[in-house]
């Protein structure tokens, strides 16, 4: 063979290989979630019940039933597929819910059916993490300081306020997926879902205090798709 | 062995007697208006029961002290007059003292809880819940609006569930999670309980109310003293009581009205 036919075959041999082990291309979904409106006034939050808490913080922190972000964008919205994809196995990492300076990080946990979700107290003070479910089973824990994180599953996809039965102000949420498509919007309100195969997809974004809101997507080949939801922020 | 447990009995009673006269464990500060009539009445039955203890226990004592180690010929001597007379006469040394103390007590009881507070009393509206205790103030115009308890949202810090959307008067209300007042100004609480039995309690306030779920309880007091004081739960609610406590702020009547305007703010 001479040579320009060797480096041709090299490198038609290089490109088989990088597509083959490339695995199957998807489309993606992708968009900003925005609010309209005025939100209401996030209030500051008094521990001062809890000094080992309290001291931690030079200006009291708020509450973050509403955190919204530069350019009217929303933060906290859980963006998923709702309809049209099977459902997934649970991965085998655990998703991390820590109580710190008396306030769940992160507000908003989202985690699949059956993964593990682990819950540790990085506090000086003891809580009692008290999830609020509708489906699955209810129950609360006691955690003092110093102890073993928590871990516990749920086998039903739902989204669950979670309160701490000591302190009164601390407040978050599960997010249970039935699938691996799912993301938490952050500052600007950009999501995307990546890996989708051709199919008709429900896109749904979740919010705490302003509801949920679906859109129908239709993926035919590897095309990235945009779809934005706008919310209605209420004064109160 | 009857004359050493006679001594023993004797030590015990006097050691124990000692701190307690001798004043050794301070009472908290008194920093309420009514805080003597408690205190005088605290002591009124110290000294009472106080003085039976050692009586009690020096007969005790000297009994048997005398009649330990008797030989089986010697007759026990039963009390002047037989086991009637002890009866009523134990009825009248007890019930004497019990009724001197009510009676003393009384005027103590009425000046706390059976007078009305003044009409240019400060009200204030006290929730105590699993596990805090959260207050409200009127605002300028000194109304409290509805409370909607279906609109509770703690994680949203709405704890009295107002409806400052269609309730006019709940809009100034200023809700809070200390609650400070003015030095020397009759204070009007208005208290209830958003689930179960708890207690208000400020030491050196000398004032204690119990919150009975379904029913509005009053108390009122006057602070003489301004400092930092903390208010706690002694009617056990659940795993979180060792936690629920705020905090009292007696404050200068300018430090107050800054207070209140730096708490509206965050409203």
Redesign the interface.
Do not use: Q
């Given at each position: 063979m001479s040579m320009k036919h060797a480096i041709i075959a090299g490198l038609v041999t290089l490109t088989a290989s990088a597509v083959a082990l490339a695995g199957p291309a998807g489309g993606t979904i992708s968009g900003k979630v925005t609010y309209e409106g005025t939100p209401?006034k996030m209030?500051?939050?008094?521990?001062?019940?809890?000094p080992s808490c309290a001291k931690m913080y030079t200006t009291p922190p708020v509450?973050e039933?509403v955190v919204t972000g530069s350019g009217n964008s929303l933060q906290d919205v859980v963006v998923y597929i709702s309809a049209g994809i099977p459902d997934d196995a649970a991965p085998s990492n655990a998703a991390v819910f820590t109580q710190k300076g008396c306030r769940y990080i992160p507000h908003v946990l989202a985690f699949q059916v059956n993964q593990e979700i682990k819950i540790i107290n990085d506090d000086q003070?003891?809580h009692?993490i008290h999830p609020l479910p509708k489906l699955n089973r209810e129950w609360n824990k006691?955690q003092p300081p110093g102890t073993p994180p928590i871990s516990e599953k749920y086998d039903k996809a739902e989204f669950i306020?979670v309160?701490c039965?000591?302190?009164?102000?601390m407040?978050g949420n599960f997010a249970v997926m039935k699938n691996s498509h799912y993301v938490i919007t952050s500052d600007g309100g950009a999501f995307t879902l990546a890996n989708l195969p051709p199919g008709k997809y429900t896109v749904t974004a979740w919010h705490e205090?302003y509801g949920d809101q679906s859109q129908d997507v239709t993926i035919t080949g590897s095309e990235a798709k945009s779809v934005n939801f706008v919310f209605k922020a209420k004064?109160? | 062995m009857g004359k050493f447990f006679a001594i023993t009995i004797l030590l015990i009673a006097i050691l124990s007697a000692i701190p307690i006269v001798m004043h050794t464990w301070e009472a908290p500060a008194d920093i309420s208006t009514h805080g003597h009539l408690i205190d005088e009445q605290m002591s009124e039955t110290m000294a009472e029961a106080g003085i039976s203890f050692l009586a009690a226990q020096l007969l005790l004592a000297f009994f048997i002290w005398q009649f330990s180690n008797r030989g089986t010929e010697t007759k026990l001597k039963s009390f002047p007059g037989g086991a009637k007379a002890l009866v009523i006469a134990a009825l009248l040394v007890v019930g004497v003292e019990v009724l001197a103390l009510g009676v003393f007590g009384v005027k103590a009881w009425a000046d706390v809880y059976l007078t009305p507070p003044s009409a240019n009393a400060m009200p204030i509206q006290v929730q105590a819940g699993q596990f805090a205790f959260y207050f409200r103030y009127p605002g300028p115009d000194g109304k409290f609006g509805p409370l909607h308890p279906e609109r509770i949202n703690e994680g949203s810090q709405e704890f009295f569930g107002l409806d400052k959307e269609h309730d006019v008067e709940s809009r100034d209300d200023i809700v809070t999670a200390e609650m400070a007042i003015p030095v020397n100004k009759e204070i009007h609480l208005l208290m209830h309980a958003k689930d179960v039995g708890h207690s208000f309690f400020v030491r050196e306030l000398r004032a204690q109310q119990d919150f009975v779920p379904g029913l509005d309880v009053s108390l009122h007091f006057t602070a003489t003293k301004v400092g930092r004081y903390e208010i706690v739960c002694t009617q056990l609610c659940g795993l979180g009581h060792y936690n629920m406590k705020a905090y009292l702020d007696v404050l200068s009547n300018d430090d107050f009205d800054e207070w209140l305007k730096k708490q509206a703010a965050n409203q």
């Open positions: 209401a209030k500051p939050i008094d521990m001062s019940k809890e509450v039933t003070t003891s009692n006691s306020p309160k039965n000591v302190h009164p102000w407040h205090s004064p109160y | -």
